[in-house]
């Protein structure tokens, strides 16, 4: 990509961006008091990303996307959340906005879930907690800039990522509609995922053609988790800066944080999605406003389009805020806003499985509704299946899964019960029952019935340590609610410290992953943030040592805003010209890198290339995204697009019209070695050999090749 295009390209991301964010700040503003800062953020990112994906959606579902009219649609929407946030503006008329000090000073909070009585003498304003902010602040700057540059420069490792994450985008970009499920790997049932996350990751994608700002997509959904998380906290009684130490540890549970901060993935929003919808519904309690109703509704849609799982914990949330609604005779707000907002931002994907494939949770058999396409083949345990049929050394494995998962916050979830005993009484004589199954019911009731789901745990138990992804949300929650007792006790410093040591900790483990050695943080990325952490750190130790300890995180906005955008830029134009995350110079599998290198690095574009038993399909695409990539293969799932005969096979090839071919005769997962290395070498008829070696899976040596097709049938 030539410099002059690769500006263009980022002009047009800038300018497609700036109307969401603006429409956005104001909806923020307009909808969110002052007093509640992480609130306020939360929702402005929330409305930027339900902006996003509306526009998205519309060009995509028309078969448009593209970047004009992706920019256009993006102008569209922005205009029209303004409008909206003007009206609702006029409608509740002027609002008065005292000063944050004075509200401090003066203010009686009549709130039960704030009304914490006198603060404790080691309140927010002691040394300790003072420090701890200022903690929190160099730990932040380090995590941030460090998930920035490795990013930018680093491509993920993510098998996911690589086999249907990044994929659908490339998939999207070529047939600019995401009216499609083509088939691209062997797993075939991911086609028909919601794939909200996805989507916001195209935003980065579709102004250039290529992926060079694709990994900037997790990290603004980590920012949305932690501040939602923290902005729960905040809605439970913490002030905000206890509230941001909360959010971050929150976000910083080592079994999410270490695979979603470094790739395209679908985790982060579910966890920021209940933890929001939960804030609001606790406001609600106050407001009984149909706004909150709303906004509650459109985080639990962003979640469900977000991930497959995210059906059980909006069937419980969604059922519990109805109930809760209906309970105080609000039938408009609970028969009519709650359903079209949850609606918004994931009815498509849902239409779009039952239109194509008759299914709208395909390939899952749920009331009825049948794909077809699902097999039992014996491996699709639930955690709950496989402790009940492993005995007490399941339980024991999944224990230890959980809690090296959690980390340092499992001791804290264990030892801040009595905070959270705290918080569920509202620090009263009584408990209150909403609020009991608000904080506590519901999150533990959606846990338990996700991992009652297929596949959560696997025959042996594989899979449940990556079944802690699926319900980190309710921990997240959990967590919250627990602190914000904790931090309000008569040890309230100690909390903070030991907050502060635990986020430290885990955000260690998530970029070094001694847990998943294959999502560590690059070196460039760990330099950048120690080097951005101590800087910070020593700028703020000599203001706080001049004497301005209350003033030493008030950093200018404007200039850290400005210096933030720059840095952005500088690293964006530095280093994407020559780099793009589906540019692999080595993989988990020996030989791939050399297979991927063959395709990018020789004039292999605006091709068709069929793969046969890889399922880390991404980079066959190429750096500009233009290979059609199409799945010929065989596995035991029963899906008609693939064949499991030598016969079958073939036939599906000369179909296929491809002007190349990829084969790996790998064992692993649900293919049957049905490609052979000597029936790949030997008797295919006018493959032309590019690259052809063994690579040793699982103690056995396996074929890997890549074929150019001599001869196309007439009809191709």
Known sequence: MSWPSYAAALLILVLQTAPVVVSASYAARVLVDPDRPLLRVGTGLLVAFVEILVALQAVGAAGFLSRWPVLVAAWLVAGLGGVAAYAIARHRGPRVEPAAAETAATAVDTDPARAVGPMPPTGTGSRTARYVWLGTIVVLTGAFVTALVSGLVKPSFSTDTVNYHLPAIANWIRDHSIWTMRQWQFSVFQNGYPMNSELIAAWFVIPFGRDFLVNLAPLAQAVFAAVAIGALAEQLGLRARDAVLVGAAGLFIPIVSTPALGAVGSDLLPMAGWALALTYVLRWRDTESGLDVGLAGLTLGLALGAKITGTVYVAVFGASILVLVLWRRRWLQGLVILPLAVAAPALVWFMRNWVLEGNPLWAFDVLGFRAGYWRDNGDDWSVWEYVVRGGPAAWVRVTIDYVVGLFCLAPLLVFGVPGFLRTLRAFGSRFDRARVWLLCGMPVLALALTLAMPWTGGNDGYNVPASGRYVAGSFAILLAAAMAGALRGRRSDVWRVAL???????????????????????????????????????????????????????????????????????LAVVSAPAWSANWYRSMSVPGLGRLYRDVQDRPISKSRIAVAGLAQTYPLYGRDLSNEVVWVGADDIGSPWVRSDRDGWLDALEESCTDYVVVFDDPTHWLSPVIERAFVRGRLQGLEPVFETTTPVEGKDRHLGLYRVADLPAYC
């Open 500 to 570: 502060l040591v635990a986020l430290a900790t885990n955000v260690a483990v998530s970029f070094l992953s001694p847990l998943l050695p294959g999502f560590r943080m690059s070196t460039r990325g760990l330099a950048a943030g120690a080097v951005a952490a101590c800087a910070v750190g020593l700028v703020l130790l000599l203001r706080d040592r001049g004497g301005r300890g209350d003033h030493a995180s008030r950093i200018p906005r404007v200039a850290t805003v400005l210096t933030a955008t720059v840095l952005v830029m500088l």
